[in-house]
């Protein structure tokens, strides 16, 4: 169980992104970096997705799919049915779950890259069959999405009304923040829990696994559906924040993003995701500045990362210790 | 956090000090415009001809002392930022030009870039000038979004008439990638031309971007035997192709998009086969080339090596921008004034011979002006290089 | 039906050349290489410079960039997937490598060689027609039984000469192969060369015919990963099939999907997915490759 002092730095932890982010931002003036932020919160939800399937060993470079599903799930529902957004925030995450038992029954037998090299194809089938049905709208995808509403429970306000909100940016940052830890305390929690020992086992050996009696293919798309749900949510708010989603929102690139994040931030570590995806898309952000040189400079560092630290960046620290 | 915002503060400081230091001449003050676009990966082309143009723009007039707005001169600078294609990325694209204080960016160059950063340009005040085509971008409510250029669905019309009333074209066929863009221009297209009477006779053929066979994509669309094969949105990299196989398969009749592309490009990839071709060009053939466009020219040239015919179509983004600031210098900080002046600027185009004029348009099309004025020039690619076929107006 | 059977062999033939060197790869070293796709469209811009810019033959510039791409898959061995395979805890890592290699040539390739696609004038003119039942320029046909040439080349070499067989060897079990007193790392860094050597050569003689551009990369990458699932990661004669049986898939399915438009590509991912579920390992993979 979690020491006290790891109980107090959680606490810090979640406290400093609530209260000291925004108080920051405010007193130097980088408005832009809410939406940065935000959506390093949302890309870390997904990639904690990712980084749940390869702790099952499975190579995963499909969570574009999931967010797009996720996506547009919001998107249909918020502009045809009228469905409030937060609403379909979890909704998205349940049609995900729906996708990923169809899809993954049958795929989740596949091991090393050939689950890889499937998931990857399935980023591509998502985008097709966006550009396919009409439900969808098509290549011309859904946009002029309103902004989300409120909610409120007995005349209490949960949930401002985001068009009346004097910074939308900043209400975002707050929604993808909570989901955030929220996502990273359960993951904690899962991880510790029986499951995450016996996913544990999965990792290292299925067929062991499976002789002692640990019923492997239910376990494999229990992590699968958490994982897809987890893209989904996260889909479904980049939706509230652009106002429109197209086939292309979430390309193949964003499946390798999201499990380059997880390798970044370190295969073994729970906070891995969180840590590899700030990195990676601030990496980018800086280096902004070097213009056309931009991605030379970004992909030698990645390279130089990994023959540094092959076991990602949080390994430094079993480094020190040894 | 606090130490990754310090270090990007410091980064960009750097950076900026840097820039202006080695194009600092006179004590002018000076004026950013953004450029949010795709500049790396697969349609590379798109934005890089786009920023360059505006970069030989900016470098020329600060050569020549700076733009004069009301009573004070200023350098040009251009503020860029890669977007990759992916709508996330141009909304972080966006924030960071309105935290540079900047209210007018040239792009997205894509469809769900453009309509992604719409919230976030109109909560900061930027007007942006995107090369995307959907409607609701330009008709109110939305009111921040200048189209760059022509769209399909008044460049279709206008070349599909043509080529009915002169060449005899009767049947069309359409293919396109199957990617958002293009399959929206291959709709808008089949519309116009059905309006036209024309009789289309396969729509349906779509062919991935990467592909590198086109046998296999054109054989049952040339089996319908079109008078005109129409290539939707067709990305300069595949054109070459798509001509250079149907050619092959022995297709005889006109083939044409409303896209602008390259004559070298077409030149390298189909050779003698892509004679002919009707695309939708800018300013630069030599029979409505002013001396300004031509110095234009020849400045990009200079500066990065090679031209891009591309940016023929992208040289007026900036000049609008600059001569709405110009004739109202309020505008340069407040986009109110700035889209009061879009509905009465007119000053003279420099680009190109005669008194053509730049003029804010679009009613037809969406209600209000949100289009810039450029003419419609109609080329037709022959033996490397382009000649106008025909020049027509939107209004 | 004579044409679409064609249309498909050419697809094939070039296809099965770009997934020989990711399978030869996989099978050494258990990398799945990203940044075959890069090595590809580099081989395409190296013949672009040669032949157009500096105005050499054709086939001097084939060569050269058949040379230079091997002295580019030997570096990436010795300094980048060497240490990283040696020092990681987890084989994947070497995928995020992989993908850093990927963006890395993207990068250098955009400075290079520029943003605008390019292409060299067609080498043989004039066009195969017989009767309107197959039409096939000649270029195409020159370039389709220069790919199969190839193919046959790099098997003949595999099967046959002493660094073929330790390779093989290498692939089938590496401790044992070891033990026999192959070196691995010598074997395992010709194999990389050999692979980009091949890979460059495809973009060497498609250049002539679709030309190339740097967008081209990434997609190529994941066209030849289809291949190789189909035929089976890792097995030399699986690469070939998944080559053929893809390109004869694109070219039925683009005839006969012709009219429900945007769904062939849709379908051959689909099926690919129900197949890889029947059968996990591919055609004639090892189980759990």
Known sequence: MLTLQAKISALAFALLLIFGVPYLIEISGRWDLYYTLTSVALLSIASAGVWLTFYIGRINIGQGAFALVGGYTSAILVVKYGVSFWLTIPLAGLMCILVAVLVGLPILRLRGVYFAMVTLVMTEVARLTALALPITNGAKGISSIPLPGGVSLFGLTLIPDFAELENVKRGFFYVAVVLMLITFAGMYRLVNSRIGHLCRSLQQNEELASSIGVNIAKLRLIAFSISSFMGGVAGAIFVGISQSIYPASFPVKDSVDFMLNCFLGGLGYVFGPMLGTLVNYFGWDLLFTAGEYQLLIYSSLLIFLMLTLPNGLLSIFSKMKN | MRKLTTLAGAATLAAGVAFSAMTAQAANEVLKIGFVGVTSGPAAAWGTSNVRSMQTRAEWINEMGGVKIGNTTYDVEIVTFDDQKDPKRA??????????????????????????????????????????????????????????????????????????????????????????????????????????????????????????????????????????????????ANAPQLIRSARELGYQGLISTETAQDATVLKEGAGDLANGFISVGGASTPEIASEKMKEFVTRYTKMFGEYNDESNTKVYALEYILETMKANPKAIDDVNEFKKTINTLSVPNIYMKGDSKLKYVGNSSFGQKRQIFVPMVVNEYRNGAFETLFIAEVD | ?????????????????????????????????????????????????????????????????????????????????????????????????????????????????????????????????????????????????????????????????????????????????????????????????????????????????????????????IKAFMMVMIGGAGVISGAIAGGFILGMLESIGLTVLSDFGDITYLVIFASLMVFLAIRPQGLMGKPWG
């Open chain 2, 91 to 236: 909304i972080a694209g966006m924030e960071k030009m309105a935290k540079e204080g900047i209210h007018y960016v040239v792009g997205p160059n894509v469809d769900d870039g453009a309509a992604a950063v719409r919230p976030v340009a109109e909560q900061n005040d930027i007007i942006y000038f995107p090369y995307a085509f959907p409607k609701e971008l330009y008709t109110a409510p939305a009111s921040n979004a200048v189209l760059g250029m022509i769209a399909n669905y008044q460049s279709g019309p206008a070349i599909y008439k043509y080529l009915r009333d002169n060449k005899g074209v009767k049947k069309v066929a359409f293919v396109a990638a199957n990617e958002s863009d293009p399959l929206s221009q291959r709709d808008g297209g089949v519309a116009a031309a059905k309006a036209l009477g024309l009789d289309v006779v396969s729509s349906n053929v779509t062919y991935q971007v990467d592909t590198t066979d086109f046998t296999p994509v054109l054989t049952p669309v040339l089996q319908k035997r079109p008078d005109l094969l129409v290539l939707s949105g067709v990305a300069p």
């Open chain 3, 1 to 221: 039906m004579e044409q679409i059977i064609v249309n498909g062999l050419y697809l094939g033939a070039q296809y099965a050349l770009i997934a020989l060197g990711l399978t030869l790869i996989f099978s050494l070293m258990n990398v799945l290489n990203f940044a075959h796709g890069q090595l590809y469209v580099i081989g395409g811009f190296v013949t672009y410079t040669v032949s157009v810019k500096l105005g050499m033959p054709y086939i001097v510039a084939l060569i050269s960039a058949g040379v230079s791409l091997a002295i580019i898959g030997a570096i990436l061995e010795k300094f980048l997937f060497r240490p990283v395979i040696r020092k990681s805890v987890r084989e994947e890592s070497t995928m995020l490598l992989a993908a850093g290699v990927a963006f890395f040539l993207d990068a250098l390739i955009l400075l290079l060689f520029g943003e605008k696609q390019r292409g060299i004038p067609k080498i043989v003119n004039g066009v195969f027609n017989w009767d309107f039942r197959i039409i096939m320029p000649y270029d195409r046909i020159l370039i389709g039984c220069l790919a199969v040439l190839f193919i046959v080349l790099f098997i003949t070499y595999m099967q046959y000469s002493k660094t073929g067989r330790a390779m093989r060897a290498l692939a089938q079990d590496k401790v044992a192969a070891q033990l026999m007193g192959v070196n691995v790392e010598l074997y395992s860094m010709i194999g990389f060369a050999l692979a980009a050597m091949l890979a460059g050569t495809v973009g060497g003689l498609l250049v002539s015919i679709t030309g190339v551009n740097l967008g081209m990369g990434g997609p190529t990458s």
